[in-house]
């Protein structure tokens, strides 16, 4: 049972939580939706995958935009696990590897504004 929490905001945290976890299934979702789709159509593998991401300049642009946002993400996530001495969040690694950053940032987001003991 998710306990509620009221910010000095009066923003019930519970609800911003829940949000979170809702933007990392439609951040897998989407995502793997559209991944799938195109694996099923052209039957490439992942070298043909990231020959695509490099398509066109626009293409590629967006490629980069996410790459670097996973970079910085995934250096942060490791510094504030340590920090904090809180690896729970660290499984998000995966979620940035194997799925995007669509769905790793608010999976982490999610695990971060958990209640800690």
Sequence with gaps: MIRCHRLWTGIDVSKLRLSYLILAIVGAIVP???FLG???LTGG???ELFAAWFANNAVA???WDMMI?????TIFMVYECMVKQDYLPLVCLVAIFAI???CALPLYLFLR???MA
Excluded: I
């Design 32 to 34: 793997m939706a559209h």
């Design 38 to 40: 195109w694996f099923a």
């Design 45 to 47: 593998g992942l070298t």
């Design 61 to 63: 642009g967006l490629a």
């Design 69 to 73: 946002a996973a970079t910085a993400l």
């Design 100 to 102: 995007g950053l669509s």
């Design 113 to 115: 504004s958990r209640p």
